[in-house]
């Protein structure tokens, strides 16, 4: 978004509407703000209300120009009251549950805001949208398909076309293959994502295009279908490409920087990934993406001393939560060198940081998971330290 859309010339009216901030959410010094706002996915988009710092809207993902503009207009609503009728009072009430991540209780709140909506609601399409992301988080991946199938006919070739068909995609692919209707759900969202990728390829970013090319990889993968699949992989990668080589400037190229490696390493060729990754590692030389990627790259080449030098650069660069992306690399290169100790080494120092790290910051799911690998390794992780209070 910073890229293609922030950019766009046409946001500076509304300059005067809002206080205007962005967040790094991964720095210790924004771990409060992290926490009170309870960031679950980047981006994450927030009208917040300045009488209470409670959240307002709450707009998970990337959004297009169209959709802001709804954002912003609801966003006003919900902060200065007058909510105009009975659908917008409970979108506005579902998007508060939701921003707290009571994601059941945003589902039904949701569902009434459709119920109550008129048949020309402008804000329908993001209430779906918002609704499907809700039932995702929820694991509600059926309640997901009845609510697509509902609303397709009517989102169909708009603005929450892409979204729509591949969240709905995304639900069937989770399915259990005994739920009943499965396979239907499968063949009609397949049917919708690549309806979309052929009517609205001009007006689709081409990182949201991406988005849709990966639900239809992932449902061709789910059935078998392993030459379907490749088929689709290689036009992903050949539409990221031309995106690529068309980008006006090294921003708007490193974008794709990270779809195009998923592809390469997918299609195994990831030896072709390295060009660009060393490109960018030029042009943005205080990113750790670049490094981290190209140790990635490396590690699937098995050329380990490049893969290791990779990684120490992206250490150097790398803070907050990112960094445990860059250690678990670091331990499989390391592995990958048959160096048991130096992974064990750094398996635990990673351990060591995430067991520190601030409130809003500090991940359960982290600390389970680097035990989980120290473990494996046959180390026993050290318990926390106790605070020592009088």
Known sequence: MRAYVWTDNSLTRHAGRFVWLSLDFEKAKNAPARRR?????????????????????????????????????????????????????????????????????????????????????????????????????????????????????????????????????????????????????????????????????????????????????????????????????????????AEADRAPDPEKRAVYDSHRLSLYLALGRPEKAIPMLEQSRRDFPDDYNPPQRLATAYKAMQRWPEALAASTAARQRAYGPRQFLVFNTRADIQLGMADTTAARQTLLAALALAEKMPEGLRSANTIRDLKARLEKLGVKPPAPKAAVGR
């Open 37 to 241: 706002l309870r960031i679950s996915a980047f981006p994450t988009l927030y009208v917040v209300d300045p009488a209470d710092s409670s959240v307002a809207i709450r707009w998970l993902g990337g959004a297009s120009l169209a959709q802001l503009e709804r954002l912003f207009d609801d966003g006003e609503l919900a902060v200065n009251g007058g909510a105009r009728g009975p659908a917008l009072e409970a979108l506005v009430a579902a998007d508060r549950a939701y921003g707290v991540e009571r994601f059941a209780e945003a589902t039904v709140r949701y569902r009434r805001a459709l119920a109550l909506a008129p048949e020309d609601w402008p804000a329908y399409g993001r209430t779906v949208e918002s609704c499907l992301f809700a039932y995702s988080q929820a694991d509600s991946a059926e309640a997901s398909l009845r609510l697509a199938d509902a609303a397709w006919p009517r989102l169909r070739g708009g603005s929450s076309a892409a979204i729509v068909a591949s969240l709905a995609l995304d639900a069937a692919v989770e399915l259990p293959d005994s739920v009943p209707g499965r396979s239907d759900w499968l063949t009609r969202y397949e049917g919708a994502c690549h309806e979309v990728l052929h009517e609205d390829a001009g007006s689709l970013l081409a990182d949201d295009r991406s988005g849709v090319f990966f639900s239809l990889e992932a449902a061709r993968e789910a059935v078998g279908d392993s030459a379907g699949l490749l088929v689709l992989r290689e036009r992903h990668l050949a539409m990221l490409e």
